[in-house]
């Protein structure tokens, strides 16, 4: 069984003490929700916040690592160093990752393999730009996405999946229903074919472009989306309760 999965996606948005506050706000709105909850949070609040959430049901989260166990990266962040921190879950390859930082399948493969190696889930973004949506690109952009991506994986009981078409992050549009539920099955049949049926069976899929309260719902119960990856509603704790109580 998949346990459905909510992650809230900060970006570069709240100091410490604002981080504090809004964990404050959202903690007692999520008590007793059946989703997984995880929070993606700035690399420099991982610490604090991280304290924070002990003894609650909200999971830390970062939004990188590094592939190298440590080494002349200026910049970086290591997954020893994530995990010393007490970070269960980590975004890798957001699109705004491949736009601004030149991120790729093969750099998402070597950082995946390296969270997995020091127990982390890394939550793997892939989608279509808008280009290639219109231009049909959307199955073969995926298809490589999935193969060069996770290439290695082993067991995707440890990896998360989101598909998160490019044009629908932070725009207010979301693909039809329709549209989510046959992307997604198809992420999910291409997993079964690359890396065999049991892993595709395990793999948790999150959809994630502009998900809100009012969507959030009827998205969730399609049959082989396990919960979503959540920007903007994210920071706005009434919103990402709901959100996180629409994945049953
Ligand atoms: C995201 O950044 O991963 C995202 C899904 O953003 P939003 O929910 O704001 O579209």
């Known amino acids: 069984m998949r346990k459905p999965l909510v992650a809230g996606n900060w970006k570069m948005n709240k100091t410490v003490q604002e981080g504090i506050e809004l964990i404050n706000e959202i903690r007692p709105l999520v008590e007793g ?13 991982l610490y604090p916040l991280g304290q924070h959430l002990q ?3 909200l999971k830390l989260g970062a939004q990188n690592v590094h592939h190298a166990e440590f080494g ?9 160093m994530l995990k010393e921190l007490g970070v269960e879950y980590v975004i890798l390859g957001h699109s705004e990752r491949r736009t601004f930082f030149a991120e790729n399948n093969h750099s998402v ?14 939550i793997v973004c892939i989608g279509e730009t808008l280009y290639e949506k219109k231009s049909e690109q959307t199955g073969q952009v995926l298809t490589t996405a999935l193969r060069d991506g996770l290439e290695g994986v082993e067991d ?11 044009w629908a992050i932070g725009t207010g549009k979301t693909p039809t229903l329709d549209q989510i539920a046959i992307v997604i099955s198809f992420i999910r049949d291409t997993i079964g074919q690359l890396y065999g049926e049991k892993n595709s069976e395990s793999c ?31 920071l706005k704790p009434q919103q990402f309760a709901e959100i996180v109580k629409a994945a049953k």
């Open 204 to 234: 948790r899929i999150l959809y994630g472009g502009s998900v809100n309260p009012s969507n959030a719902e009827e998205i969730f119960s399609l049959l082989d989306v396990d919960g979503g990856l959540i920007g903007g509603a994210s």
């Open 72 to 80: 002349a990266y200026t910049g970086e962040i290591s997954a020893l």
């Open 109 to 122: 493969n070597k950082r995946t393999l390296t969270a997995v190696k020091h127990g982390i889930k890394p």
């Open 33 to 45: 929700a059946s989703a997984e909850t995880v929070l993606c949070v700035p690399s420099t609040s």
């Open 55 to 57: 003894g609650s049901n």
């Open 156 to 166: 995707f009981s440890q990896v998360v999946v989101a598909y998160e078409p490019y």
